[in-house]
């Protein structure tokens, strides 16, 4: 094809095409490309030339056109953009470039790689394919054109797949079907979406192609002799009604025979509807006057009449569809208008304006909306790179099904779809509340797959939430990003009270208050120093383990000054000349027995409370002991006598058995460290077991022993030495 015959064909639809800058472009291009040669022998510019030929069936705009002539100079010749935009201006260069761009990201996806094969690397490698995926598709959703023009270079390149190593071609083919048809479908664009799919499905499964290619051939004579008789009658059928009318058979293309038969898991020799017709008049209104002309004539199957006119295909598809039955043969009928057919057959190409390069009518322009309204609800959902390219086929493959809100309002859903899908269409709300569901009248288990027309009602319940086994059966991105993302804000809020327990619970262990520290600037500076916004995402990151409370506690904690080397004899004396201690009430009343509770150990020295017990006295507990948190009108004070009455000053102290735990690195003479420093203030080691804690890395072990302390000082001392020999992580006291 030379330039002129290209001009020419463009012509046909736009007299007004920039001849002059074509005919700049196919030069410019031709010359770039000189000495380049395809692997089919031909040369380089061809592929060019094609690809501008298809754009022009597309009946595109000179500047697509022009793009398209030049889509494969930025990347293989010496070319730069700049020099582009100086000779063509910048709106030609931008598209070049945004197919060079696609061009880039080698797509082959392996979501379909068997799930046992689930390591790391096919992860990691299914993440990125999805991330590139990604980006590919929003970088269309910025030009139309782009998309277009890369549409037209596929199929050329698949016209010509023989030529290239059979792994390239196999790639190439796979992503054919997988990526650029799902997207020439979602656009409308029906006979390049056919011509991928066969030719893809011809490299990818040759076997089964050549046998549906021959069963076909073989009943060709036999199809076209029934065809013909079947197109005279209906045209006579629609001339006793005035409506004129070209009467068509039509061909099946060989993959969408074969996704039949696999759907539907019949043999071909059961697959009827081969033979398609297609009716096509001047206006809608004579669309359901030949409708109703088939359907007085024959019978038909009223569960696949379809009224596409009354409400179009997301792609903009208009057209009445019906079965009908001749002598019990199956023949499926399209009607619609000879502009409904034209969009049937290029899809949002037949919207475009030629002369501004825009989509030209409202509906091209709501069709172009609701691609780019998926590919941002896709983004979103990209909580997972799997379902991310899963739901990216779904939505741009699947047809749709139109259900009905109980006051009747029509929603569009992606066939497939199930009751939870509407409800999150319907509100987020609605759908995180959402209970049940009733479908025509009838109740209906919420993971219900819908049906056209059904009419669908969503029970919801205040208390409702969420469940996760909601995400294996919602078909659209957007309920799954709405679903994930309520997880995610769950997941938040329960890590953040679990990391305020938590830390509450070790500021216990330490002695100090948690009222006093949990909301204190301290704790703020504490949580600044770690790169955080506030207190809230400090208690997230302990909740969720990411940050230890102990370490925060540590922090927290004022200085401690270290013990010194010897007791002083200040402190030998007091020991020799307590005696047995005893607790009191605060107000010297006398409630009865008085106890000390095993559950939190109290020493003399520890703060204590009392709860007045129903009939059993006064029990005592250290503050904070989680038992008594609960009824604050039977709390009273107690506390330790001071200067308990000495009654034998030779009187051994009376001592109470406390248990720790000594959490530190596993180094020969660590232990021997440990009950050194715990005999240097004359403490009794009552039991112990030493042992590299199964709980922390093989580094790591922890110490089990129970001492006897005369009181609260003593024993903070000890386990502040305890603390302070190298290698130990943290010392607890455990009851
Ligand atoms: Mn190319």
New binding site residues.
């Given amino acids: 094809m030379s330039v002129k015959s290209l001009i020419s064909q463009i012509q046909t639809y736009n007299p007004d095409a920039e001849v002059e800058l074509l005919e700049r472009c196919y030069r410019f291009s031709q010359k770039a490309h000189k000495g380049q040669r395809r692997k089919s022998g031909e040369p380089y510019f061809t592929?060019c030339l094609k690809?501008a030929e298809i754009l022009a069936e597309l009946r595109l705009d000179t500047h697509t056109i022009c793009a398209g002539l030049m889509?494969?100079v930025l990347e293989d010749t010496g070319i730069k953009r700049e020099e582009m935009k100086v000779r063509f201006g910048a709106n030609i260069a931008n598209l070049v470039e945004g197919v060079t761009k696609i061009g880039q990201y080698k797509l082959s996806i392996a979501s379909q790689a068997p799930a046992a094969k689930n390591t790391v690397e096919q992860r990691v490698h299914r993440k990125r394919q999805a991330e590139t995926y990604r980006k590919l598709l929003l970088a269309t959703a910025e030009d139309m054109r782009v998309i277009l023009i890369k549409l037209a270079?596929r199929l050329h390149?698949m016209e010509t797949l023989e030529f290239l190593s059979s792994e390239k071609c196999q790639r190439i083919a796979k992503e054919t079907l997988e990526i650029y048809a799902p997207i020439a479908h979602r656009l409308g664009l029906w006979r390049i979406m056919g011509r991928l799919e066969d030719l893809a499905f011809k490299h990818l499964y040759p076997i089964e192609y050549r046998k549906i290619a021959e069963l076909l051939n073989q009943k060709l004579t036999e199809r076209e002799a029934y065809c013909e008789k079947m197109v005279k009658q209906i045209r006579g059928e629609l001339e006793k009604r005035n409506v004129f009318a070209d009467v068509h058979g039509r061909t099946k293309h060989i993959y969408s025979i074969h996704q039949k038969m696999q759907q539907k898991k019949t043999p071909f020799s059961e697959i009827q509807d081969l033979i398609g017709l297609r009716i096509l008049v001047k206006t809608e209104a004579d669309c359901y006057i030949a409708l109703g002309a088939l359907h007085s004539k024959w019978n038909y199957h009223p569960d696949r009449l379809r009224d596409w006119i009354g409400q179009p295909k997301k792609n903009g598809y208009q057209s009445l569809h019906t079965t009908i039955l001749d002598n019990g043969r199956p023949i499926e009928i399209q009607v619609r208008t000879y502009q409904m057919h034209k969009i049937a057959e290029d899809g949002i190409a037949a919207h475009w304006s030629y002369k501004e390069g825009l989509p030209r009518s409202q509906q091209g322009r709501s069709i172009f909306a609701s691609y780019k309204q998926i590919l941002e609800d896709i983004q979103e959902a990209q909580d997972s790179p799997h379902h991310f390219v899963e739901s990216m086929k779904l939505e741009l493959f699947q047809d749709e099904v139109y259900v009905f809100s109980p006051k009747g309002d029509l929603f569009r859903l992606p066939a497939g779809a199930t009751a939870i899908d509407f409800a999150y269409k319907i509100h987020t709300d609605v759908g995180h509340t959402c209970v049940g569901a009733e479908v025509n009248g009838a109740v209906a288990p919420i993971r219900r797959v819908l049906e056209n027309g059904d009419q669908v009602n969503i029970r919801t319940r205040p208390n409702g939430r969420p469940s996760r086994s909601w995400l294996s059966y919602v078909k659209t991105a957007t309920a799954r990003t709405k679903i994930n993302h309520w997880f995610r804000e769950k997941d938040k809020t329960e890590a953040l009270e679990l990391g305020k327990k938590l830390l509450a619970a070790e500021l216990r262990v330490s002695y100090l208050n948690s009222r006093d520290y949990l909301n204190s600037p301290k704790l703020l500076d504490i949580a600044k120093q770690l790169k955080l916004k506030n207190i809230e995402e400090l208690f997230v990151r302990i909740g969720n383990a990411d940050e230890s409370a102990t370490h925060v506690v540590n922090l927290l904690k004022p200085e401690v000054p270290k013990p010194e080397t010897e007791p002083s004899e200040d402190t030998n004396r007091q020991q020799k000349l307590e005696s047995p201690p005893a607790i009191q009430l605060e107000n010297d009343i006398d409630l009865g027995m008085i106890r000390i509770m095993k559950c939190c150990n109290p020493i003399p020295g520890d703060q204590v409370i009392g709860y007045l017990t129903r009939g059993r006295g006064v029990s005592v507990h250290r503050a904070g002991c989680i038992r008594i948190l609960d009824e604050p009108e039977r709390l009273l004070g107690v506390k330790w006598h001071e200067k308990p009455p000495s009654e034998n000053g030779d009187h051994p102290p009376l001592v109470y058995p406390v248990k720790i735990l000594v959490e530190c690195n596993d180094r020969p003479g660590m232990l021997g460290e440990i009950t050194t420093a715990i005999a240097h203030y004359k403490v009794n080691i009552r039991s112990g077991t030493f042992q590299p804690s199964a709980v922390h890395i093989d580094s790591e072990a922890s110490d089990n022993l129970t001492i006897d302390v005369i009181g609260a000082r003593q024993l903070d001392e000890v386990l502040q030495a305890i603390r302070h020999l190298k290698g130990v992580q943290r010392v607890t006291r455990k009851s």
């Fill in positions: 592929h690809t889509h494969d270079d390149n």
